[in-house]
């Protein structure tokens, strides 16, 4: 009699491949791997049958940790100095300097509806913190200088504010995901930030509709909640906080809907 399939979430399927939900998710989408849909853009795998269409080796994420490249390190003193260059930003990675197009359309929409629904919410419960918006420097050491798409500085954090600069890890960073810059974001930036000890990092995909929500814990992050679409995240570190994705991407729910203002800022 044959053995009856067991289903899995692709979370759990994510954590045994060692690869990103986000890439399970966009494995779904281009049916590389086989699912089974229960509605509601719900689905569940096989570990058995997905591990058997990934054998081709080409078909599975790099998770080489970053490493510096050789060569002299750059400094915060160094990035004061670099000249403006319309239409391009900076920062410094581990003493490497990063140059980016800016932000296409998309991007911004994403952020300043994300920026919108975070906002409500520490106001009312954090209320001593603050939340930032690009482009504003952090320097989580004197080689490394970012600037975070948004981050959030908690109220016992208020000494790393400067008049110029962040001056230390923020509590939460959070980056929205452009073409040019996932890589980077989810393995550079990813491991410049644990260093760091930057306790909150999340990654926004908006072209593939994603989220997820990574924490710190015994040095290592680990997805605390993620979502694709349509879903709504509850983060277990931030009670009250609901996200509505819908709510953030260009053309589905508006994010002050009285619905999403409601689960977003209820204490």
């Known amino acids: 009699m044959a053995r009856k399939r067991e289903y899995i979430t692709a979370h759990v399927l994510a954590d045994a491949l060692n690869l990103s939900v986000e890439t399970i998710w966009r494995y779904t989408r281009e049916k590389k791997i086989p699912f089974v849909e229960l509605g509601g853009k719900q689905y569940r795998y096989s570990l058995a049958d997905v591990i058997g269409a990934l054998e081709r080796p080409a078909a599975r ?3 080489v940790e970053y490493e510096r490249v050789p060569g002299p390190k750059l400094t915060y003193q ?20 990063v140059k980016d197009p800016s932000p296409a359309v998309i991007h911004q929409r994403v952020l300043f509806r994300l920026a919108r629904i975070l906002e409500g919410y520490f106001r009312v419960h954090h209320p ?23 981050f959030f500085v908690s109220g016992n954090q208020q000494e790393m504010v400067k008049d110029t600069h962040i001056d230390g890890p923020p509590a939460m960073v959070i980056e929205i995901i452009s073409p040019s810059t996932g890589s980077r974001d989810r393995v550079q ?23 997820e929500c990574f924490a710190l814990r015994g040095g290592d992050y680990y997805l605390a909640a993620a979502g694709l679409d349509q879903e709504l995240i509850e ?3 931030y009670p009250n906080l609901a996200i509505d994705l819908a709510a953030l991407w260009p053309g589905c729910r508006d994010v002050f809907d009285g619905e999403t203002l409601k689960k977003s800022t209820a204490p």
Not at 135 to 146: A, C, N, S
Request: glycine fraction near 6%; proline fraction near 8%.
């Open 235 to 237: 983060h277990p570190h």
């Open 128 to 150: 001593e913190g603050e939340l930032f918006i690009a482009p504003v420097d952090v320097t989580l050491t004197e080689t490394t200088v970012i600037q975070p798409d948004l």
């Open 78 to 97: 160094d990035y004061l100095k670099l000249p403006e260059e319309p239409g391009c930003r900076y920062e410094i990675l581990e003493g490497v300097l």
């Open 61 to 63: 994420e790099n998770t």
């Open 189 to 211: 930036k990813m491991s410049v930030y644990k260093k760091a000890g930057v306790q909150h990092y999340w990654l926004v995909n908006p072209e593939e509709k994603t989220m």
